[in-house]
T-cell receptor
Framework: AQKVTQAQTEISVVEKEDVTLDCVYE???????LFWYKQPPSGELVFLIR??????QNEISGRYSWNFQKSTSSFNFTITASQVVDSAVYFC???????????FGQGTELSVKP | DGGITQSPKYLFRKEGQNVTLSCEQN?????MYWYRQDPGQGLRLIYY???????QKGDIAEGYSVSREKKESFPLTVTSAQKNPTAFYLC??????????FGSGTRLTVV
């Protein structure tokens, strides 16, 4: 079965703290894509990153970094020096070729307090 | 500019009524999707279509219907059989899973 699990429902941090959002996935496919999206209160989904299953290189983009580990089926997302504007719901998602569809985790609501 | 347009932004439905949510894209994407979002439950797939005149049920298709007569359009009808339709609905399109574009959503409320 294909599944994405975000075990952290809510996280609250104080501004400038680092925070890691966990994502664990299940798939039998050898070819798949993993995504992270941000959903601010307005509701639209903002694309953050896409990673294919053959590329395990970690990635850094400004204050954002992603750690992809196939051995543990995890694709964790870290925000360094968090800011109030980072407050949102963050979704991890999996696309697998056999299914032809994108499935989402339950989301993690991040609250960054000043 | 290319993108996805969902309308209306807010929709109110009386119990027992069918309503249709619009989703139009001008990105020339083959695949389109409808998701439902409830608080604390993430996004759940209702229906998806990978090609014109063909669509498949997602995880929560009961009480919903779709059509895909044109590549650009994928309307979702919430029927009276859907017992709890109040939710936020998101439409998306994709070219073979490589990149997804999401609409801004429709918030449906039963009154």
């Amino acid at each position: 079965a294909q599944k994405v699990t975000q075990a952290q429902t809510e996280i609250s941090v104080v501004e400038k703290e680092d925070v890691t959002l966990d994502c664990v996935y299940e798939t039998r496919d050898t070819t798949y894509y993993l995504f992270w999206y941000k959903q601010p209160p307005s509701g639209e989904l903002v694309f953050l990153i896409r990673r294919n299953s053959f590329d395990e290189q970690n990635e850094i983009s400004g204050r954002y970094s992603w750690n992809f580990q196939k051995s543990t089926s995890s694709f964790n997302f870290t925000i360094t020096a968090s800011q109030v504007v980072d407050s949102a719901v963050y979704f991890c998602a999996l696309f697998y070729n056999q299914g032809g569809k994108l499935i989402f985790g339950q989301g993690t609501e991040l609250s960054v307090k000043p | 500019d290319g993108g996805i347009t969902q309308s209306p932004k807010y929709l109110f439905r009386k119990e027992g009524q069918n309503v249709t949510l619009s989703c139009e894209q001008n990105l020339n994407h083959d695949a389109m999707y409808w998701y439902r979002q409830d608080p604390g439950q993430g996004l759940r797939l209702i229906y998806y279509s990978q090609i014109v005149n063909d669509f498949q049920k997602g995880d929560i298709a009961e009480g919903y219907s779709v059509s895909r007569e044109k590549k650009e359009s994928f309307p979702l009808t919430v029927t009276s059989a859907q017992k709890n339709p109040t939710a936020f609905y998101l439409c998306a399109s994709s070219m073979n899973g490589y990149g997804y574009t999401f609409g801004s959503g429709t918030r449906l409320t039963v009154v």
